[in-house]
């Protein structure tokens, strides 16, 4: 899943830099951009400030967590058209890689008008959720009383900057062929806004059916556009796949639970298939589960899931991880430790694939994010491994690998969603992956001793080093020891929760990249926009799973699917080998964020029916989607680490990835076994 570049300009077409309306959509979103960073910045100061007040001075402010959670919300929203800019939300391309670029400009455009489609009629129903808050005074429970309006205005302005996004990339893919068509959008979208104002709070019906006028004002007005930006044909396929969408939904209300689960997951299929961003697909047909499944159409949930799953303090963690993962690969910290290791496993056969490993471990103990952890491996380990000697195959199979232990060992974005969907202390979660964790990169490196004995041409001979030089490169891990003292430090011994460690690596981890001298303003911008990116398609996707997953709770489905799991009085590890088997499989084309999410609604209400612990499943689900993030053809460090060694082929870096996967998968057994490798630590430390 790389990223979508835009397709070239149609001949005759007005060029971009004289259409005012593509500058305007730019500088605002370059605007909302900046406000997020700066945002970002300023939460990540006072959850600090709150861990010094309580800690140092015993006075904890009443303040911080309110604040802090209101910020991360215009984070998330007003990040959402800077990330939609740099193409970071996440698609399935197993189609759209196989067309021809007037094809896959096509099939793009059918995506983005759909996306369009979902996200207009959702910040609709937002600003009247936003409205109504205003008008009924409703507050927050906290001790700041706020009045709920404020901190929703963000959401509102995100969700249409967002629009103004995608209609962007619309013009980017295939602008308007005259200065009229180019027009007819803006002035389309202006009578829209006055109609729905209008409105206003009624949500006007035609009497003896389910559709209203704000709904179908908002379909004519995105038919009308299609047409003038982006022709007959696009708009005519479009129509199609949402009318054909439509009535399947529509006639299903009623049907067998199995029929109803086919469909949902089916139309998921689909769009993804076609290339449609997985957030956009989750959200669609959630939508058309809201407004064709229910006994009565309940579009307005759309507003209320997108505050209630953004709008919690403890996923301020995810940015905060992020965050520092990005300053540590700045700073050159992380090329040190790895200098460092080589030393110490430099004489060992396979030495530095040792060494590689356990800085992907030490790296994973202060990042929290697998690909972080492959791009910065990437670019220190992979390169002196070849540089020496190593094949490709084993060089990127152990890097790809060692990856997958940033969302195992704890901190991990991962653990942090998980326990926050389903309600499983992230505190718990990060103790339970500290052994699974140190064990696979143990295993890992006696996968590199075997393969060195079996293939000997694959790695050199080992380099030995003074015991001099060894103390010396000691003093290089000096600094990833502090950032762990701080992080997880600060979290075992009770003085930051998981929430609040996450703001005070970064905030170290700031400190070494100025001590460094490794930072300036602009990095630091450019370090703060790319988290708000990468944080907002993270959290759009989790918004989208929400949408999704209220549709099958209201049918019950989950509920269904767990008594048919009883009925069937299945063994339990025949359950979870079935439960496995599908995330493998979904791994294979899907984002491992985006599978749990989806997946999740179904899968955990199954494991605790059959009575297996939601921590140690919680752990071996990230073991789960970690080979995801290295199985072709969708695997995401896969292409990070191609995306880094153009001269490497893809083939060998998943042959070399290959003998791991197993390996994972053999660990995941042994963790069924044996479950007490991951509760015996929790039980102890709980």
Not at 169 to 193: C, E, F, G, N, T
Not at 339 to 344: F, I, P, Y
Not at 586 to 606: K, Y
Request: a neutral charge.
């Amino acid at each position: 899943m790389s990223e979508v570049q835009a397709a070239p300009l149609a001949a005759g077409a007005p060029e971009l830099d004289r259409s005012t309306v593509v500058r305007t959509i730019d500088r605002i979103s370059a605007a909302a951009g900046f406000i997020s960073s700066i945002g970002l910045a300023a939460m990540t100061l006072i959850v600090c400030y709150e861990v010094v007040s309580r800690f140092v001075f015993n006075s904890p402010t009443t303040w911080v967590i309110e604040i802090g959670t209101y910020l991360f919300v215009a984070i998330v929203f007003l990040g959402l058209a800077a990330a939609q800019r740099a193409n970071a939300h996440i698609q399935v391309e197993i189609l759209v890689n196989q067309l021809d670029k007037n094809r896959r400009a096509f099939i793009e455009l059918i995506g983005l008008w759909l996306g369009v489609f979902f996200f207009v009629i959702t910040a609709w129903h937002t600003a009247r959720f936003t409205f109504l808050e205003y008008v009924h005074d409703a507050r927050d429970w906290g001790l700041l009383g706020t009045p709920q309006w404020i901190p929703q205005v963000p959401m509102t302005i995100g969700y249409a900057l967002f629009v103004a996004a995608l209609l962007r990339d619309i013009y980017y893919l295939r602008p308007p062929a005259s200065k009229i068509a180019q027009w007819i959008l803006p002035i389309a979208a202006v009578a829209l806004v006055i109609f729905l104002f209008a409105l206003g709070r009624s949500d006007v019906r035609i009497p003896g059916t389910r559709f209203d006028w704000g709904t179908i004002a908002i379909c004519a007005t995105i038919a009308i556009s299609m047409l003038a930006w982006s022709g007959v044909r696009v708009t005519l396929a479009t129509l199609a796949l949402a009318g054909v969408l439509g009535v399947l939904f529509y006639y299903a209300r009623g049907s067998s639970p199995l029929w109803i689960g086919i469909l949902l997951g089916g139309g998921l299929v689909v769009l993804l298939f076609i290339g449609v961003r997985v957030a956009f697909a989750m959200g669609i047909i959630g939508m058309f589960g809201l407004y064709f499944l229910l006994p009565m159409t309940q579009l307005p949930i759309l507003a209320d899931r997108s505050w209630t799953s953004i709008n919690t303090f403890t996923l301020t963690a995810v940015p905060s991880f992020v965050l520092m993962g990005a300053l540590l690969v700045r700073s050159g910290i992380t090329t040190q430790l790895f200098d460092a290791l080589v030393c110490w496993f430099g004489r060992t056969p396979g030495g530095l694939a040792h060494a590689s490993v356990a800085a992907s471990a030490t790296f994973a103990a202060v990042c929290g994010s697998s690909l972080a952890t492959a791009a910065t491996l990437g670019a220190v380990a992979a390169p002196e491994m070849v540089k020496r000697g190593y094949s490709n195959r084993l060089t990127y199979g152990v890097v790809a690998a060692g990856a997958t232990l940033g969302i195992l060992i704890p901190p991990s974005i991962a653990m942090i969603i998980y326990g926050n969907v389903v309600g499983v202390a992230v505190t718990q979660l990060f103790i339970a992956g500290i052994i699974p964790g140190l064990l696979l990169s143990a295993i890992f490196m006696v996968s590199v001793l075997v393969w060195a004995f079996v293939v000997p041409s694959s790695v050199p001979e080992g380099t030995a080093y003074p015991l001099r030089q060894k103390l010396a490169a000691v003093v290089n891990v000096f600094p990833f020891l502090i950032l762990i003292m701080a992080v997880l430090g600060s979290l075992y011994f009770g003085v930051a929760t998981p929430t609040e460690a996450g703001a005070v690596g970064a905030m170290a981890a700031l400190v070494m990249a100025l001590q460094r001298g490794k930072l300036t303003w602009e990095s630091l911008y450019e370090t703060l926009l790319e988290t708000v990116k990468v944080t907002a398609f993270i959290m759009l996707i989790v918004i989208g799973a929400a949408v999704l997953s209220w549709v099958f709770d209201y049918l019950r489905l989950p509920r269904m699917m767990v008594q048919l799991v009883k009925d069937a009085n299945l063994a339990p590890w025949i359950v979870m080998t079935i439960i496995a088997c599908v995330y493998l499989v979904l791994g294979c084309f899907i984002e491992s964020i985006a599978m749990m999410l989806m997946t999740l609604s179904v899968t955990f209400p199954i494991v605790v029916a059959i009575g297996l612990d939601p921590v140690w499943f919680g752990i071996v689900l990230v073991l789960l989607i970690e080979i995801g993030l290295i199985t072709p053809p969708v695997g995401l460090a896969l292409f990070v680490l191609k995306g880094m060694s153009p001269n490497v082929e893809l083939r060998d870096i998943v042959l070399g990835v290959t003998p791991f996967i197993f390996v994972m998968l053999g660990f995941i057994v042994l963790l069924y076994i044996f479950p007490d490798i991951v509760l015996w630590l929790p039980s102890k430390v709980g």
